[in-house]
């Protein structure tokens, strides 16, 4: 079997919440795996000068418009966040640990996570809340919330964010396929060309 | 016969060319016309903070892999220009001035200019090459150079990109359909559909 595609993302990211609903079933047409990869982009921004989207003049105000639109246009459904952007470390630090225990579990719970963010206006940046969520997919509450402050699971997601900039990452949602970089929700039908094509 | 949509460029963009290939074919599908509207980036980043692609980290590296790749997919040729960004002025202004005396004079002109600059590796920014490719579309090469110097048809420029900034114009392509803003060479299928539709 060919290599996974690698999957970055930010739990804050709305483009990489649209993504995450749609990126495992164009590689399963394909025969092939994702890994997920949650990342931190306060930590990306810092190399690339890069700023969340509700601070931008113009294209704040846009992106807020074509998030809705892209909801329905995808046919995702999105309940924008009261808080927005939030810090996504303790969710992403639930997907690592959960995912070295089972890689199928780690997914289920990452994408509750971004349901439960943008679906149902839940702070998953609060430890308690994405213990919360992981409990709802199966997992021990007790075991995630000490997890979260887990030397060993903070650095994890440190590390996973350091090697994404080290591979050119700068953005959300951002997919390497065989060493393709793809960014943005809107290369979903370029990665699945990619897939059947080989390339162009 | 409906509006026309408003197409806002800049003429050192790479996704306003691919966009300036397509945008009249689908307008065309639908009953309707496409004004195009030349603007200068480097004002617009005043206001938003933003910066031309190449001095972008990480970003940058990424564009320029993405544009190639991009042409080969919408099947539009590119010969990425040796001198990249350039100061968009001199084509702006011969546009809007030809514009005025022909609306498709015009525009036959600023698709001339954009093929200059992205197939031909000619440095528009220059006076005489863009009074060259005018005339080379039928205009008279000495009124053209007179009109760049025209204090009338400076102020147009920067009449018009100010106009678009008051709209909300933050980048390049940007397309306004009925009111409905659309940024970007990859929501030419979403305009596409808002002109079926009417919306969604």
Known sequence: ???????????????????AHRIDDIAARHGRDV??????????????GGAPLPTLPLKGAYAARDVTRS???????????????????????????????????????????????FQQDRDISSPQVTADVAAEVG?????VLTALNDPVVKDRVRSETDAAISRGVFGSPFVIVDGEPFWGADRLEQIEKWLT???W
Chains 1, 2 share one sequence.
């Open 1 to 19: 079997m060919a290599a996974p595609l690698d999957f970055y993302f930010d739990f804050s990211s709305p483009y990489g919440y649209f993504a």
């Open 35 to 48: 890994t997920w990869r949650p990342i931190l982009l306060g930590v990306v921004f810092k190399v690339t």
């Open 71 to 117: 909801a329905r246009y995808f046919g995702v459904p999105i309940h924008p966040p009261s808080k927005f952007p939030i810090s996504s470390q303790a969710p992403s630090r639930a997907v690592y640990w959960a995912q070295d225990r089972d890689p199928a579990l780690g997914k289920r719970l990452a994408l509750a996570l971004y349901d439960a963010y």
């Open 139 to 143: 997992l021990d509450r007790e075991a």
């Open 197 to 199: 094509t080989g390339g």
